[in-house]
C-alpha cells in the first residue's frame, strides 16, 4: 500500500543514496543494475562491461556496497570487484578474479539438460558479498569479498592488493557459499562471515569472527543454533548485542556470540536472508526469502539487558526521544478495502519498554496476542477509518483533537479488553500532574507499550453506541520532558522521555502554546457540556423513579384522592423542557434525520478540529468559531440552569411534600476557567 516500485526483475539488493533519499542504485537477476530517481523516474543502466574477451560473470545476486566514506562510490561484483566514483557513469576493475575460476564451473550457458535453461541463475563462481569496513583508519580502504564458491578475500589498501583468508577458516567445507559479511564498526580488524552449505545437502551453521584481518577465526556457533546461517549484523551501539538471521529464524546473542536465544515475539519460523539496524531509530530490520519485511522497534532496550534487570520485580528502560510529527494521506485510495494490502505500522509516539519479574505472572502467550491484533485489525478495517461520530480519520489512524482516536488496547472501559493481571503506565508533566495514564495486560519478561503523545482525552458526552475499538483523544502534549511511572502492584519505577516537534515544521514555542490553550479551553467546553447531559439524564431518571414510588405506594394504600395524576402531568411537561434543553447541548442518539450540526457540542467540535488540524498559534477564524462556540454552550448551559433552578426545584419541592426523596440540589452548571 505505501510502496513504491524503484526498479523491475526479480529484484535484490537495493541501495539507497547516503545524501539523498529519493535516489539509489537497484539491481534485478544476473547483474543488472540501474540508478533510479524517484523525483524524474528515471532509471538508468549502469551495468559495468568487461574488456573484449573476457566476458563478465554475475550472480543471480550480485554483490554490491556503496562506500561508507565516500557516498558517490559504489563497488559491484562480478568475478571481479568493480568501482565507481561518480554514481555508475564509468567504471574501474579494483580486484584480480577473486573466485575459482574454475571453468568445469562455468558451463551454465549449457544447463538444462534436454532443453537450455540458461537465465543467469546458473551462474557460478561470481561475488556474492562486498562488505567495505566503515572504521578505516589512515585511509587504508578495508574491503571484504565473498563468492559463490567458497573464496573469502580482503583488501587494505583500497584494492591494490588482496589476501585470500578461507583456510584460516577452520570447519567449513571447502567452495562453501559466503553470502554475508559483516565488518564491525568498531574495530577495522573485525569482521563477522557467514557460510551457507545447504546446497549440499548440509544445513548447518556456520558463523565466524576474525579480528585480524582473517589471519585467525572463532566459530559463534552454538548447540542453541537451528538452521543454516544466512546473515549477521552487530549492533553499533552494544557490540556484545548480535543479530542472526538462520533458515529456521531470527537468533540474538547478548554476548558476543558465546549464547544464543532465538526471538519469536512477531517473528515467524521464516528464512532471514538479510539484517540493518536503522542508526536513528535504533530498529532492527529483517527481510526474508518470502519477500517480507519485518521491523524490530527501538532494539536499545536489548543494549541495557542484563542479569541484574532480569532479576528486578519492575526495570523501565530508558525510553528513547518522541517526535511529534504529522503522517500525510496516501497517494491510494483511503478504503482500499481487500485490493490493497497494509502491514501493521509502528505505534505513533513514544515507545515505553520495562521488564517484570514477580512470581505468578503469565507467560507471554504469541498465539493469543497475534489473535488479539487479528481482530483488532479486522475491527480497524477500511470502514473503521471513520470515527465514532462518523468523522474520518487520516491515513496514520490519528483523528484531529477531540475526535475519537485508534490506540493500542490497553485503555480501560473496553468490553474487550483481556482479564487478567495489569500494569499502570502514567504520563506527569513538569508540575508533577499526572497528565495521562494508560495500562495494559502484565506478563512476566519484557513488555512494551506506547503513548501516543496526548494528554488524557476530556469528558465527553456518553454515548452507548461508541464503536468500542476507539477511544476519546486529548490534545497532544507541548514538547518537553516528562516523567513516566510505571507500576505494578507495589513495584514502581521511573523514567523520563523527551517529546520534540515535528522537525519538518517552522514551529515556535509561544504557537505551540497558544494552540495547546484553545484546545484546552475547548476540552473545558466539553466537559461543561458532558456534565449538563449527565444532569439532565439523571434528573429525567429521577422523575421516573419518583413517579413509580409514588404510584407504588398509592397501590398499597388504596383510598383517597391520587396525586400520582396531578404528578404525572408535572413529570411530562418537566421532561419535554428537559428534552429540549438537552437538544440544545447535542444531538441525542436516536435523533431521527440527518440533523444539522447546529447544536453546541457539535460547533465545539468543530472549532477543536480547526484548531488541532495543525499545531500553529490558532488563526483569527479559528479562534471566531471557538468563541461562537462557547458562547452558544454558555448559553445552552444557562438554560439547563433556569431550567433546574425553577420547574425541576419545583418538581422537587412537589414530591418532597409526598415524601418521596429524590433530585438533589446541585450547584449551577458552569464553564471552567
Known amino acids: 500500500q505505501h510502496w513504491q516500485e524503484v526498479d523491475f526483475g526479480d529484484g535484490f539488493d537495493t541501495v539507497p543514496d547516503p545524501k539523498d533519499p529519493l535516489r539509489g542504485y537497484a539491481m534485478s537477476q544476473e547483474g543488472f543494475l540501474i540508478r533510479y530517481d524517484l523525483r524524474t523516474g528515471e ?89 567495505p569496513s566503515p572504521v578505516d583508519p589512515g585511509g587504508r580502504g578495508v574491503i571484504w569479498a565473498g563468492s559463490d564458491d567458497g573464496r573469502l578475500h580482503v583488501t587494505r589498501d583500497g584494492g591494490k592488493t588482496w589476501t585470500s583468508v578461507e583456510k584460516n577458516v577452520r570447519g567449513v567445507p571447502a567452495n562453501t557459499w559466503i553470502p554475508h559479511i559483516h565488518p564491525s564498526s568498531y574495530d577495522a580488524g573485525t569482521a563477522f562471515v557467514v557460510f551457507d552449505n545447504h546446497r549440499r545437502s548440509d544445513l548447518a551453521p556456520y558463523v565466524y569472527r576474525t579480528t585480524d584481518f582473517g589471519k585467525t577465526w ?13 546473515s549477521i549484523v552487530q549492533d553499533p551501539v552494544d557490540p556484545d548485542l548480535l543479530f542472526l538471521g538462520t533458515e529456521f529464524g531470527l537468533w540474538v546473542s547478548l554476548d558476543g556470540g558465546k549464547d ?29 526469502h518470502g519477500r517480507g519485511l519485518y521491523i524490530m522497534d527501538d532494539i536499545s532496550p536489548l ?26 494521506q496516501t497517494g491510494s485510495s483511503r478504503f482500499p478495502g481487500a485490493g490493497e494490502f497494509r502491514g501493521e505500522g509502528r505505534q505513533y509516539g513514544a515507545l515505553i519498554t520495562y521488564s517484570l519479574n514477580v512470581p505468578g505472572l503469565p ?80 506478563v512476566q519478561g519484557m513488555n512494551r507499550a506506547s503513548w501516543n503523545l496526548r494528554r488524557d482525552a476530556y469528558k465527553r458526552i456518553p454515548r452507548k453506541n461508541a464503536n468500542p475499538f476507539f477511544e476519546a483523544a486529548g490534545p497532544d502534549v507541548l514538547p518537553g520532558t516528562y516523567k513516566v511511572r510505571v507500576s505494578y502492584k507495589d513495584q514502581k519505577a521511573e523514567g523520563t522521555v523527551k517529546v520534540g516537534n515535528d ?68 413529570a411530562r411537561e418537566l421532561k ?80 418532597k411534600e409526598l415524601d418521596v426523596q429524590l433530585l438533589p440540589d446541585l450547584p449551577p452548571l458552569k464553564i471552567e476557567e
Open 43 to 131: 532509471r538508468k543502466d549502469i551495468r559495468p562491461a568487461g574488456k573484449e574477451g573476457d566476458e563478465l560473470r554475475f550472480n543471480w545476486n550480485a554483490g554490491i556496497a556503496i562506500d561508507p566514506f565516500e557516498p558517490d562510490t559504489l563497488y559491484f561484483g562480478s568475478q571481479y570487484v568493480h568501482k565507481t566514483t561518480d554514481r555508475g557513469e564509468t567504471w574501474t576493475v579494483i580486484s584480480p578474479d577473486l573466485t575459482t575460476d574454475n571453468p568445469d564451473w562455468q558451463r551454465q550457458d549449457l544447463s538444462g539438460g534436454i532443453t537450455i535453461d540458461a537465465t543467469g541463475a546458473e551462474n557460478f563462481t561470481t561475488l556474492i558479498a562486498l562488505a
Open 218 to 230: 572463532t566459530s559463534l556457533v552454538t548447540k542453541d543454533l537451528r538452521g543454516y546461517a544466512l
Open 260 to 288: 544464543w536465544m532465538k526471538w519469536t515475539h512477531g517473528v515467524p519460523t521464516v528464512s532471514v536472508m538479510d539484517l540493518a539496524i536503522h542508526p536513528r531509530e535504533n530498529d532492527l530490520i529483517l527481510a526474508t
Open 303 to 328: 543494549r541495557a539487558l542484563s542479569d541484574a534487570t532480569q532479576k528486578e520485580p519492575l526495570h523501565l528502560f530508558p525510553i528513547a526521544d518522541a517526535a511529534q510529527h504529522q503522517v500525510a
Open 363 to 442: 507467560a507471554p502467550d504469541e498465539d493469543k496476542e497475534r489473535e488479539r491484533k487479528e481482530k483488532e485489525r479486522q475491527a480497524k478495517a477500511p470502514a473503521a477509518r471513520v470515527s465514532a461520530e462518523g468523522v474520518p480519520t487520516d491515513e496514520s489512524g490519528k483523528p484531529p483533537v477531540q475526535e475519537p482516536e485508534e490506540e493500542e488496547m490497553q485503555q480501560p472501559g473496553r468490553p474487550d479488553r483481556p482479564k487478567g493481571p495489569e500494569a499502570k503506565i502514567e504520563i506527569l508533566d513538569a508540575s508533577g500532574k499526572v497528565i495521562r495514564t494508560l495500562r495494559q495486560p502484565a
Open 503 to 570: 522537525p519538518r515544521m517552522d514551529l515556535t514555542p509561544e504557537g505551540r502554546e497558544a494552540n495547546f490553550k484553545a484546545l484546552e479551553r475547548a476540552g473545558r467546553i466539553s466537559e461543561a457540556l458532558a456534565a449538563g447531559v449527565e444532569r439532565i439524564n439523571q434528573a429525567r431518571s429521577d422523575v421516573d423513579s419518583a413517579l413509580a414510588k409514588v404510584r407504588a405506594r398509592e397501590k398499597k394504600e388504596d383510598e383517597g384522592e391520587k396525586p400520582s395524576t396531578v404528578l404525572a402531568k408535572q
Open 576 to 655: 419535554a423542557k428537559l428534552d429540549a434543553a438537552e437538544r440544545r447541548l447535542w444531538t441525542p442518539e436516536g435523533s431521527r434525520g440527518e440533523l444539522p450540526d447546529k447544536d453546541a457540542e457539535a460547533r465545539v467540535n468543530y472549532a477543536a478540529r480547526n484548531i488541532g488540524s495543525s499545531w500553529d498559534a490558532p488563526t483569527p477564524a479559528q479562534l471566531a468559531y471557538l468563541d461562537q462556540a462557547e458562547k452558544q454552550a454558555r448559553e445552552a448551559l444557562e438554560e439547563v440552569n433556569r431550567l433546574f433552578a425553577g420547574d425541576v426545584a419545583a418538581f422537587r419541592a412537589k414530591v
